[in-house]
C-alpha cells in the first residue's frame, strides 16, 4: 500500500518518509517513543499515524480475504485440510504425548511469516506456553531450514488485553495457546465442574472475538485422556482411525471449536513404513505418525499420515508396504 492511499496530514507523511520509514509494516513494528524520536512529531500524531496505518492495513483486501487459509507448511497436510486452516474460528490439535502437536504449531508460527503466494499472511504469531518453557532452539532448528520465510500475567490478561494491541497493529496473524488444558485441569477439581465451563465458555467467546474481529486463526492445543465407561464408548467420536482417547474439557470446550484434529503415533519408522524410499537420512529414521479431521463444517472425516524430522512437520503421500 502508498502512503498516498491514507488520509494523513502531509507534514506527516514528510516527516515520516524523511526519518527513512519506507513501508506501513516498518510504521507498526516501532514503538511510539521511537517513531517520535525518529521524525520528530508530536504524540499525537505519532498515535494517529499508528491508528490511521493499522486500520489501512486491517482493511486491506489482501490480509482480511474471507476465503484466504493459513498454509501448515506442507502440501500433504494442506492437501487433508483443502488448503489449510481457515483464518475465523478455533482449531484444536489434539493427541498423545510425542504425537507432534507443538512441532505443527511451530510450524505455524513459520508458515504465517510466508508471503502469500506460499499460503502465509506476511505477519508473525503469538505463543502462549502454559505448561513448559519455550523450545526456542528447535524453533531457531526449524526457522534455519525454511526457505519461503521473509528475509498480572495470566492467560486471561494476555488474551483480553496483550494480544489485541499486537493484533492491532497488523503485525500479528496467528495466536497459538499451548496448552488449554493444562490451565482448566490444573486450576479446577471435579467438583467444580460448572465454574469451570463458565470460565471456558468466557475464554472461548474471548477467542472467537479475536478471530472475528482481526480475521485471525487461534489454534489451540489440547490433551488426551483414555475413554472410560459406557457414556464415553456410546456418546464419543473416535474418528475414522477409532482411537480409544478423548480430548480433554468435554463437550463444553468442543462446542467452542471450528475444527478438531488428533494427531497420534504409530509404532513404524519412516524406512519400515517406505522400505524403497529415497530419502534423507534424518528422515529415514523418523517416526511415522498420523494427523485425522475428526470434525470440521467444511471437511469429510479423513486423515494422512506425517513424519517430524530435523527440518519440520513433512507428509507421507504413500501408504505403508504390504
Not at 498515535?47 to 490480509?63: I, N, R
Not at 521473509?150 to 483480553?160: F, K, V
Not at 470440521?296 to 513433512?314: E, K, M, N, W
Request: proline share 5%.
Amino acid at each position: 500500500m502508498d502512503w498516498d492511499q491514507v488520509e494523513l496530514n502531509p507534514k506527516v507523511v514528510h516527516a515520516v518518509k524523511r526519518a527513512n520509514v519506507k513501508t506501513f509494516r516498518e510504521v507498526l513494528s516501532l514503538s511510539g517513543p521511537d517513531l517520535q524520536r525518529l521524525t520528530k512529531l508530536s504524540h499525537a500524531d505519532v498515535h494517529h499515524l499508528q491508528k490511521t496505518v493499522a486500520a489501512a492495513v486491517q482493511t486491506d483486501p489482501a490480509v482480511t480475504g474471507i476465503h484466504q487459509k493459513l498454509s501448515l507448511g506442507c502440501p500433504v497436510l494442506d492437501s487433508l485440510l483443502r488448503g489449510g486452516i481457515h483464518l475465523l474460528g478455533i482449531v484444536e490439535i489434539a493427541g498423545e504425548s510425542s504425537a507432534g502437536k507443538t512441532q505443527i504449531c511451530m510450524q505455524l508460527c513459520l508458515s504465517v511469516q510466508y508471503p502469500r503466494k506460499y499460503g502465509g499472511l506476511e505477519a508473525g504469531a503469538v505463543y502462549i506456553c502454559t505448561e513448559d518453557t519455550f523450545p526456542t532452539k528447535r524453533l531457531q532448528q526449524l526457522s534455519s531450514l525454511q526457505h519461503k520465510l521473509r528475509p498480572e500475567d495470566s492467560l486471561n490478561s494476555c488474551i483480553s488485553k496483550r494480544v489485541p494491541i499486537l493484533l492491532s497493529r497488523g503485525l500479528v496473524r496467528l495466536v497459538v495457546v499451548d496448552s488449554i488444558a493444562a490451565l482448566f485441569r490444573c486450576e479446577f477439581e471435579a467438583k467444580d465442574a460448572l465454574l469451570r465451563a463458565k470460565h471456558l465458555l468466557a475464554f472461548g467467546a474471548t477467542l472467537h472475538s479475536l478471530s472475528h474481529r482481526f480475521k485471525t486463526p487461534i489454534v489451540c492445543v489440547n490433551q488426551v485422556a483414555d475413554a472410560v465407561g459406557d457414556f464415553d464408548l456410546v456418546q464419543s467420536n473416535f474418528g475414522l482411525l477409532d482411537k480409544k482417547v478423548l480430548p480433554t474439557l468435554g463437550i463444553t470446550w468442543s462446542n467452542q471449536l471450528l475444527i478438531r484434529l488428533m494427531v497420534s503415533r504409530t509404532r513404524f519408522s519412516l524406512q519400515e513404513w517406505l522400505p524403497g524410499l529415497a530419502a534423507q537420512p534424518w528422515h529415514l529414521g523418523s517416526v511415522v505418525r498420523t494427523m485425522e479431521v475428526v470434525f470440521a463444517p467444511h471437511l469429510p472425516q479423513s486423515f494422512c499420515y506425517y513424519t517430524v524430522s530435523i527440518d519440520g512437520v513433512r507428509g507421507v503421500k504413500e501408504e505403508p508396504a504390504s
